[in-house]
């Protein structure tokens, strides 16, 4: 146990104490002497953002319904609370048990975003663990790994001791359990790491060998044994309905980034564009029922107090039965003043009006996606909709009140022209022309259009993997383009930093060697890298001076088909084949239809059972 007294001292010196304290409404109490196993969630950002996200929540309440475990939050501190720490010699600690995190079993990270791994090794380091897997003894906890950025786990190959791959509530449990049953046998960790790589989704890195052509592309991933599996195949939730969801979040003292309910009502992505990792590596559709959905929901408000509730899913507005269940939760909570908000909306699918009536955004506005400037360019991607859409959705939106829209592109997409970004600035101005050629006693509010670009970053099992990235000075030539162009006072114009996409892009396509720039970027300093006013690139590319790191060889390089690509031993279930075909109908500007129409064959169906397919 940490010095709490000393805890106490240093708490009101720093930024948002409650960040540090735990003993939340729902957080869980155990008697640690009873406990067999002791698994420290770790996110790597700070309290609020971590609080935030779903799958905390699940994994917490699904581990501490099991009596022999106990699971624990654990989160970045803040930059000020860090410094307090290391003057005070106070370790990384639990929320829970104030218990420093090298004394668990379990360190788990959820990796969301690539341009956080400088605080997983900062953390590690803050609990006197020690940063690099090969150093660590059999005293030190297992350090693993899940979260959509584990499709590519190789630049933490050299930290992480395993991963896993997919969704991994019902894994997670298994490896606990052989965790357990290791323990009372007395054996060393390379045992332990031995039989959970017997599980489905399960990647041991020390247990391969990576080998390199000449030109530094890899030439193959070898087994250190044959008893270790060549592929590792993703794991599904294969019935959603029946599979765990909290009936109970903890409500943190301050606020979050999200201070509502979260509903997961389906996982899973039909629509097929190609940008998007998620809507291939989380095939196939699974919906919740809405009996389940909504029987959740009442406990859900009822234990938490919440006003309001987010459904949740890669896109909203394609669940099956979305408006018989908006109308059995306004029916359910019309008389307890809980709203309803559903983000995630496609311009092509859903009512305006029907929105209307379940939730007032006036005060934030709209949001629309149509990521691409011109028609040529959505149909390359696979958008699935048209300037109409957008257009009609508007106009429909003003003529309901709304008077300031959102609107979210990317620059740097692949066959990309000047024309296609003019388009970004050319469709702004026909949202604005929409709003005034309204009669003027219809315009409402006053007018405000946000363009904003984010950059494109080709992203691992997308039909995109193989494209190049656009150089740090190819985006900023674009961002000055859309800069000189967008002259209006009703058109407001915000920009992603290249130089931060380029850094992502370098980690979501690199391979094992990544891993030693990135511990040196994070001795260097390096730490919240997603943070602008922390973010410092000199020492990133110093980094990757330093060890010898070739960066355009990982972010603006044309990689072609048959290159062995560092994530190639995952199984998603979308075979290679089907990615090929949809880059080459992508650069012919060809359009794939939602698999819900027809199948598309992407392989899910032959690899994996349920859902649509």
Known sequence: MINKELLEEILPKVEKPARYIGSEENSIVKEIDKIEVRFGFAFPDIYEVGMSHLGLHILYNLLNNEDSIYCERVFAPWVDMEEKMKEN??????????TPINELDFVGFTLQYEMSYTNILNMLD???????????????PFIIAGGPCVYNPEPLADIVDFFVIGEGEELTLEVLKTYKQWKKLGKDKKDFLDEVAKLEGIYVPSFYNIEYNEDNTI???????SKYPKTIKKVIIKDLDKTYFPDKIIVPYIETVHDRIILEIFRGCTRGCRFCQ????????????VDTLVE???????????????????????????EELIKRLIEEFKDKNVGL?????????FSLEFLDEIQDLRKSGLTFAPEAGSQRLRDVINKGIEEKDLIDSVEEA???????????????????EKEDVMGIKDLAYKVKDVFFSLPREKQKGNLQITASTSCFVPKPFTPFQWFPQNSIDEFYDKIRLLKGEIRDRKVKYNYHDPKLSFLEAIIARGDRKVSKAI???????CRFDGWADLFDFNKWMKAFETTGIDTDFYATRSRSYDEVLPWDFINTGVTKEFLIKENEKAIKGELTHDCRQGCTACGINQSFNGGVC
């Open 341 to 349: 908000s559903l983000p995630s909306l496609r311009l092509d699918s």
């Open 519 to 525: 511990v040196e970027a994070w001795k260097s300093g």
């Open 126 to 140: 803050l609990g006197n663990i020690p940063v690099l897997s090969e150093d660590r003894g059999e005293n030190d």
């Open 398 to 416: 003003f003529g309901l009140g709304w008077s300031g829209v959102k609107l979210y592109f990317m620059i740097g997409l692949p066959t990309e």
């Open 278 to 289: 998620a809507g291939m590596i989380y095939r196939p559709v699974r919906e919740r029922k």
């Open 89 to 98: 010699d106070i370790p990384l600690y639990t929320l829970e048990t104030k």
């Open 219 to 225: 030439k193959g991933m070898v087994p250190k044994n």
């Open 296 to 322: 959740l929901a009442k406990k859900l408000v009822d234990a938490t107090g919440h006003d309001e509730i987010s459904l949740s899913s890669l896109s909203t507005s394609d669940y099956s039965q979305l």
